[in-house]
């Protein structure tokens, strides 16, 4: 696995993309983000980033307190900027394709990446409808790329409904 987060996350997303500024744009393995990280890729990379991570952020706000990646963060924002991606996080943003039999929860961010990077694994999905597709198991699920427009509020209530049933 190539990314950034925690390394032991059982909550992973997988991307095509990585941040415009080194070292987060090629991590040897996956990178514990720290305090002010998510700013400076920002920075760097403009507001594509600040989405991503916004959106990764109240994503993980919205899991139910069952799931132990939920945070206990006084709102998303202070979560996104002290914790998302850090060591004990439970969160992981990987580079590198998503594997056939996840030992936790996988997404696969943005229709065009995550076909292809199923059909590389070898996962086959079932489109549930036009923006969202799951494995057999459930544990993987492809899903809007992280971008206001695409993964809305309420697509981001119907993610979660997605993993719910997961109980991590």
Same mark, same amino acid.
């Given at each position: 696995?190539?990314?950034?987060?925690?390394?032991?996350? +059982?909550?992973?997303?997988?991307?095509?993309?990585?941040?415009?500024?080194?070292?987060?744009?090629?991590?040897? +393995?996956?990178?514990?983000?720290?305090?002010?990280?998510?700013?400076?890729?920002?920075?760097? +990379?403009?507001?594509?980033?600040?989405?991503?991570?916004?959106?990764?952020?109240?994503?993980?706000?919205?899991?139910?307190?069952?799931?132990?990646?939920?945070?206990?963060?006084?709102?998303?924002?202070?979560?996104?900027?002290?914790?998302?991606?850090?060591?004990?996080?439970?969160?992981?943003?990987?580079?590198?394709?998503?594997?056939?039999?996840?030992?936790?929860?996988?997404?696969?961010?943005?229709?065009?990446?995550?076909?292809?990077?199923?059909?590389?694994? +070898?996962?086959?999905?079932?489109?549930?409808?036009?923006?969202?597709?799951?494995?057999?198991?459930?544990?993987?699920?492809?899903?809007?790329?992280?971008?206001?427009?695409?993964?809305?509020?309420?697509?981001?209530?119907?993610?979660?409904?997605?993993?719910?049933?997961?109980?991590?």
């Amino acid at each position: 696995m190539e990314g950034l987060g925690c390394e032991a996350a +059982g909550f992973r997303v997988h991307m095509g993309n990585r941040p415009p500024l080194m070292p987060f744009d090629q991590p040897q +393995g996956v990178m514990p983000l720290i305090t002010g990280d998510i700013a400076a890729i920002n920075q760097a +990379g403009g507001n594509g980033w600040r989405k991503v991570f916004s959106v990764y952020a109240k994503l993980v706000w919205a899991l139910p307190p069952h799931w132990p990646q939920r945070t206990r963060d006084r709102c998303w924002q202070a979560y996104r900027d002290g914790r998302l991606l850090q060591s004990g996080s439970g969160t992981a943003l990987l580079f590198s394709d998503p594997v056939a039999r996840p030992d936790g929860t996988q997404i696969l961010m943005g229709k065009g990446y995550g076909e292809a990077a199923a059909e590389r694994a +070898g996962i086959p999905l079932t489109w549930l409808d036009l923006h969202f597709a799951v494995s057999p198991d459930g544990r993987t699920i492809l899903c809007p790329y992280f971008d206001y427009r695409q993964l809305t509020n309420e697509r981001i209530e119907r993610l979660v409904g997605l993993l719910n049933p997961i109980h991590h």
